[in-house]
């Protein structure tokens, strides 16, 4: 009679029951599994909490289809080749690998040809920032890098790693990475919070000789000007011409704006909870006070609103609720808004759909989402490809570029400004301009055969 009420409340709260398994049936209980379809997550809390609560029931466990994904880990390592008998060992391990270690001592150039190394990136994270969820740790932090790993092989056949680090100190981190390095054909930083993943990136482009590329910043300043480029020319404005308000300045929002600047953008102006940036102010580290050396060359001071004032784009990397309908109306005709503050933007598209040329956000649920994954598996596959000692600017300009360029001008709409991460064209278009861009800036080590 008791499951026959638990049946009942789950239905009446929104649970769709697909299976009734009986696992055990004793003299004095029964256990059973049940499944259920909700709309959302929530309603599992919801729901456990209500079964409870009825006399003689005890949940014994609950779990998802995302949780059960995780069981064990997403990613894991696999042999190119099989061992079948005492030759094959021999020769990927002791006696004969004894000659492939020599001939790399001999020529470290050759650990690219002969390992690993030639396409793996390890993802290191210290889990101080991770999107949506903050400073929760590297145990936390696993499940999101492992995610990463996952997308770039699937994106673009890289193989990667996830190692997330028991440290947040900015030297102990440096030294750790530069000490594994040996292993990796490039270093992708994640999830570590700012002020300090500005030095460690910095340290690190400069005492290692792989290329080093923190997406927090990078990838997503990439993918921000690629839709921008797009969203100009349904706005009809050029990017010399436009003033650009950027409100977060910290990892995401500098990078957006260097890339802006080398892109050609004039106007910048940067806004932060001090207000907007200015040359002589007095800021809450040197970041900020660097910044705003280099920005605001017209010195306007005051408040997010009064920057917005006459603006033509705006780019939120920030927090929810920040902007309202007003404050876009005050900005020039046909503005550009991306509001790419996660889980909740600056403002929802809804509220400004008629009013402005193109809206975009960092979720999947709106559309045009900013979205790193459409940068990092192809700028990656091109350095590792020619061997980049570095991602510099030029490529990075390149891979937007090439992001944009899959949106053909007769596919182009207001609400289709970058494509979509499935498109498969994608990777293809940003490894072939990343990779005559690190050609043409000398650091490629190696001239894929396509190029020579």
Wanted: glycine letters at 8%; charged letters at 20%.
């Amino acid at each position: 009679m008791n499951f026959g009420l638990v049946a009942n409340m789950v239905s009446g709260m929104g649970g769709d029951i697909i299976a009734i398994d009986t696992i055990h049936i004793g003299p004095d209980s029964s256990i059973r599994d049940m499944t259920v379809n909700l709309v959302d997550a929530a309603g599992i809390v919801r729901i456990t909490e209500a079964i409870g609560k009825i006399p003689g029931i005890r949940v014994v466990n609950t779990s998802d289809r995302t949780f059960l994904l995780h069981l064990g880990g997403k990613i894991e390592v696999a042999p190119k080749v099989n061992i079948q008998n005492r030759d094959d060992l021999s020769r990927v391990y002791t006696p004969d690998v004894a000659r492939v270690c020599t001939a790399i001592r001999e020529d470290p150039n050759k650990a690219f040809s002969l390992t690993i190394k030639r396409n793996t990136v390890a993802v290191v994270s210290d889990g101080t920032a991770v999107l949506g969820l903050g400073d929760i740790g590297p145990h936390a932090a696993m499940p999101v890098m492992e995610g990463k790993a996952m997308l770039f092989k699937q994106f673009a056949g890289v193989d990667a790693f996830p190692i997330c680090l028991e440290t947040s100190d900015t030297e102990e981190i440096i030294r750790t990475i530069k000490a594994i390095a040996p292993a990796f054909g490039g270093i992708n930083l994640e999830d570590i919070s700012s002020p300090r993943c500005f030095e460690i990136e910095a340290r690190l482009r400069e005492e290692l000789d792989i290329p080093v590329f923190h997406d927090d910043q990078h990838g997503t300043a990439v993918v921000t000007y690629a839709g921008l480029i797009n969203a100009l020319k349904i706005a009809g404005k050029s990017i010399s011409d436009v003033t650009v308000v950027v409100c977060g300045i910290g990892a995401a929002g500098v990078a957006i704006s260097n890339i802006l600047l080398s892109a050609g953008v004039k106007e910048l102006i940067g806004v932060d909870k001090e207000g907007i940036l200015v040359e002589g102010g007095a800021y809450s580290n040197a970041v900020k006070e660097n910044y705003a050396r280099y920005t605001n060359p017209s010195r306007r001071t005051g408040s997010l609103r009064d920057a917005l004032r006459g603006a033509d784009v705006f780019i939120g990397v920030s927090g929810g609720g920040l902007l309202n309908r007003e404050d876009v109306m005050s900005m020039a005709p046909n503005p550009v808004v991306f509001a790419m503050a996660n889980p909740q933007p600056e403002i929802l598209p809804g509220e400004i759909d008629d009013i402005v040329a193109v809206a975009a956000t960092g979720r999947s649920d709106y559309p045009n989402q900013i979205n790193n994954v459409l940068c990092f598996p192809g700028i990656f596959r091109a350095a590792l490809d020619c061997r980049a000692s570095a991602i510099n600017e030029e490529m990075k300009l390149a891979a937007a570029e090439a992001i944009a360029s899959v949106i053909t001008e007769d596919k182009l709409s207001k609400y289709y400004i970058v494509p979509s991460v499935f498109d498969q064209t994608v990777v293809e278009r940003i490894r072939d301009r990343v990779t005559q861009a690190a050609i043409a800036t000398g650091v490629a080590r190696r001239i894929p055969k396509e190029y020579r």
